[in-house]
């Protein structure tokens, strides 16, 4: 060490009194350990410093052997070795070993002492012994430390974020190993050095990298790029490369560059931009929806629902031709309201004609499901190659095809017929939509036949309005009741609705829009058709009514008071979950136990802006969930909170008969909270029921 060769060996014969002074003042004061052994290894003299360092005073080191004075065996060997050494002929000896002790820092460490060892030569040039300096040198120790750990830190940073270093020469060139890249694309050596490394880049990606890294090795600039690299097991994953230029006095000495694995997060991003645009895709259709809920609803006449599908087909769909037909049920034949769209050639379907005519629409109407044909040769497979059909396609220019029954309540009232083009793939997304579209079309067109016919307007579309039949739902039964409350016939605002969803759980809700008429039933309109699309798309009660708010803004009067009750129940396990938008409590009759009202606070009303709750229960086998609307409970005689009370009352007196039966149960109700009452509204019920099932027999 280079502190140490600047201490002269010391020499101790034939010392003047000045040299006496001076060598025992060194002895003595300095900072630096200092011991000198003669040549059977015994300590002659030690200073202060020395001797502090061993945790002896000097005295107690003279005439005594390193394994005497000293306690740790390690430091024994080290002293032993280094006065056999230099009197076995060694010039000097700089020892390895540090030897601890000494002084405390004011950290509390105890110093780390360098050890050189020396040749004391006599007058006659013989070695009469062996000097020993000691030098401190704690804090270049730290350093080196310090600058150890940091390394470690270093490179267990880059095995812990799977990243790959790499160096490369002014050109670019990669001139030294690297066999962690090696070890990922199982290249050679001799095939990774250069610019081997770029045969392991994906093809396509190759050309495109090497003008990246030439282009960064000419202007010195770092390089930063994304590719994909083949791995050993012959697929590709991706690596994010980034190298810097490492300059020194304005001159490129080399390259300094990382590798990291970014496939996670590559595949990450691209899920994630898929997620996005599938959610952004819903949301345009729910828009979409929502505006044709909307225009459909004003729409009061046929000729009126007809324009209005037609604009909705083009800017919502994207069809070239858009066909609405009416089913004449009595003569069974299909009445195209808008024919002249239709072009006038061979094949094409008439403006009238029976249900066994060979085309889309009829067969629509005949097997009540959708007709899709993504291309002229699926058309012909699907109508069997009929002759007319051929010949329809011979002068035609369109090339697909959706067509959708009309239905209401269940029934088929027409079709709709969309027509491209140019071939159409339509998704299942886009199929519910398209669904979903053709029911608000067949309750627009109910509504508009009905209008049309004054005689029979409130009583017909009253009934296209409120299903006729609940869906079947295995490990579940459902009914309905409904009584109008008015003297004369006239549609009221009272309504239910009920249907499964794709997931297997069954919807139900039950709703009451303020006000009798026309108007009040078209509110109930929208709010239902709107409910059934965003149900699809957003099976959760809260996010469904937190849609038909953003509906009611944009589509209903501030004075349009509506309420309902929505809930979504899994037939298997009996759960329900359940949002109220300021409607009454259902209740729950229990097989063998005191009925109950669920005890949650109601949201506000449609249309007023709150966060929409979401309460969860359970309903065991053998009970019934009962919705109803005021009518049942209030009255001019009755206020809503005694009604309840009354409700509540009434239920716990149901006979056990009474209680396994919806459809008794829900008679029972009316009866028992009307009798002795003037009916004065609508009184609408909706049961669920989930019957006990019965162990099958053992065979």
């Given at each position: 060490m280079s502190t140490e060769t600047s201490v002269p060996p010391p020499r101790v014969f034939g010392l003047d009194p000045s040299d006496s002074a001076l060598l025992e003042t060194l002895l003595k004061e300095a900072p630096i350990g200092f011991g000198f052994f003669d040549t059977s290894g015994r300590f002659r003299r030690v200073n202060r410093t020395l001797a502090a360092v061993y945790g002896r005073n000097d005295g107690d080191c003279r005439g005594r052997t390193p394994g005497e004075v000293l306690q740790r065996s390690e430091d024994v060997d080290a002293h032993n070795a280094a006065i056999s050494a230099v009197l076995a002929g060694s010039p000097v000896v700089y020892s390895d070993h540090h030897l601890i002790g000494g002084a405390p820092n004011a950290s509390g460490e105890e110093p780390h002492w360098a050890l050189s060892w020396f040749p004391a030569y006599g007058d006659d040039g013989e070695v009469e012994g062996v000097a020993l300096i000691a030098v401190d040198l704690s804090d270049r120790h730290k350093v080196e430390v310090a600058l150890r750990r940091s390394e470690e830190r270093y490179r267990s940073l880059l095995k812990a974020g799977n990243q790959v270093v790499w160096a490369a020469d002014p050109n670019g060139e990669i001139q030294e190993d690297c066999p962690e890249w090696r070890a990922i694309t199982g290249q050679s050596v001799d095939q990774y050095l250069g610019r081997g490394w770029l045969d392991a880049v994906h093809p396509d990606d190759r050309d495109l990298?090497?003008?990246?890294?030439?282009?960064?090795?000419?202007?010195?600039?770092?390089?930063?790029?994304i590719f994909r690299i083949r791995t050993q097991s012959?697929?590709?994953?991706?690596?994010?490369?980034?190298?810097v230029p490492i300059m020194r006095d304005g001159e490129l000495m080399e390259w300094v560059g990382a590798n990291t694995d970014v496939t996670t997060q590559r595949e990450a991003d691209e899920m994630r931009q898929r997620l996005t645009q599938q959610l952004g895709e819903a949301a345009l259709r729910t828009v979409r929806l929502q505006k044709a809920t909307s225009d459909l609803a004003e729409a009061l006449t046929v000729d009126e629902v007809v324009q209005v599908m037609t604009e909705i087909g083009r800017s919502a769909v994207g069809v070239d031709r858009t066909t609405v037909a009416l089913l004449d049920r009595e003569r069974l034949r299909l009445r195209l309201l808008n024919p002249d769209v239709l072009p006038d050639i061979p094949g094409t379907h008439p403006a009238e004609a029976g249900l066994d005519f060979p085309g889309t629409m009829s067969m629509a109407v005949r097997d009540r499901k959708p007709f899709i044909a993504g291309s002229p040769i699926e058309l012909r497979a699907l109508l069997d190659d009929d002759?007319?059909?051929?010949?329809?396609?011979?002068?035609?220019d369109e090339q697909a095809w959706v067509t959708l029954p009309l239905l209401s309540a269940g029934l088929p009232i027409g079709a709709l017929r969309f027509a491209f083009t140019s071939p159409r793939e339509i998704s299942d997304e886009e199929k519910v939509f398209l669904e979903a579209l053709a029911g608000q079309c067949a309750l627009a067109l109910g509504r508009a036949t009905l209008f049309e016919r004054e005689h029979r307007t409130a009583e017909?579309?009253?009934?296209?309005l409120l299903p006729e039949e609940l869906p079947e739902v295995k490990g579940v039964r459902m009914k309905a009741f409904y009584r109008s409350g008015t003297q004369h016939v006239q549609v009221g605002g009272d309504w239910y609705d009920a249907f499964p969803l794709p997931d297997g759980r069954v919807a139900g809700v039950l709703g009451d829009v303020m006000g009798k008429g026309i108007k009040a039933a078209t509110g109930m309109s929208r709010v239902r058709n709107a409910l059934r699309a965003l149900a699809f798309s957003m099976p959760e009660p809260a996010d469904v009514l937190t849609g038909l708010d953003r509906m009611f803004h944009a589509t209903e009067g501030m004075d349009q008071v509506t309420t309902l009750v929505y809930f979504v129940l899994d037939p298997e396990t009996g759960q329900i979950d359940l949002s109220n938008a300021g409607h009454l409590p259902p209740l729950v009759v229990v097989d063998n136990g005191a009925p109950w009202l669920l005890d949650a606070d109601p949201d506000t009303p449609l249309g007023v802006s709150a966060r929409r709750g979401h309460h969860k229960f359970f309903v065991q086998p053998g009970n019934t969930v009962v919705l109803y609307s005021d009518g049942l409970v209030e009255n001019r005689k009755r206020s809503v909170a005694s009604g309840l009370d009354e409700?509540?009352?009434?239920?716990?007196?149901?006979?056990?008969?009474?209680?396994?039966?919806p459809q008794e149960m829900l008679n029972y109700l009316v009866e028992s909270m009307l009798d002795g009452y003037e009916q004065d509204d609508d009184v609408t019920l909706l049961a669920v029921h989930l019957p006990v099932l019965?162990?099958?027999?053992?065979?």
């Open positions: 990298v090497e003008r990246a890294w030439d282009d960064a090795i000419a202007d010195s600039a770092t390089f930063d790029e012959g697929d590709f994953r991706y690596y994010r490369s980034r190298a002759p007319d059909v051929v010949t329809f396609l011979e002068h035609t017909a579309l009253q009934r296209s409700l509540v009352t009434v239920a716990s007196q149901a006979r056990p008969e009474v209680v396994g039966d019965e162990a099958e027999p053992e065979k």
